[in-house]
């Protein structure tokens, strides 16, 4: 249940404050862990107001913004460090806009356990679908991309390179194959 309300629950936190332990200076965010995490897209994109703190706990950047994702200045790192738009950054709506875009978004992350990559998804394309800890991966991203085509007739979640998966040879085993 925590897992298909998280989206909701960052957006109405006031303010999301994000600790880069990896990061020591401005302009190295593309290095990162943080951004390499499946989980990030929704972190970043359903809050308001995100602050960036480095290693050292010091403000990622000593500006007067009260929010990271409206400094124009920390916002083209964000773009290049996520492969997100300023657009989205700046506004986002979940649902089922572009979605074939927003699985690019999470092709190249990591989470702990492999059926997160699809469940950190749910917010994102604001989809209530049953979390099943112990599926595999594909079974779990085979229900997100069937549930995606089933709302909004976006079928452009089938243009993929790869391999086929397991549930539904029309769907990719993974995310890499966006």
């Not at 593309?30 to 994109?45: C, D, I, Y």
């Amino acid at each position: 249940e925590a897992v298909g309300s998280m989206f909701s629950q960052y957006h109405r936190s006031f303010l999301t404050i994000v600790y880069l332990v990896d990061v020591a200076d401005t302009g190295s965010f593309a290095n990162g862990v943080w951004f390499k995490r499946g989980w990030t897209p929704q972190e970043l994109l359903a809050s308001n107001t995100v602050l960036f703190y480095a290693r050292d706990w010091s403000l990622y950047v000593n500006g007067d913004a009260p929010n990271h994702e409206k400094d124009p200045a920390v916002l083209e790192e964000l773009c290049k460090a996520t492969q997100i738009a300023q657009r989205h950054l700046r506004n986002f709506d979940p649902g089922m806009e572009d979605a074939r875009s927003r699985l690019c978004w999470a092709s190249r992350r990591r989470t702990t356990r492999p059926e997160d990559i699809a469940y950190s998804l749910f917010g994102t394309f604001k989809v209530q679908l049953p979390v099943l800890y112990g599926e595999i991966v594909q079974d779990a991203l085979g229900r997100l991309l069937a549930g995606i085509i089933s709302r909004s007739g976006d079928v452009s979640v089938l243009n993929w390179v790869g391999k086929q998966s397991s549930f539904n040879s029309c769907f990719p085993a993974d995310l890499l194959s966006y």
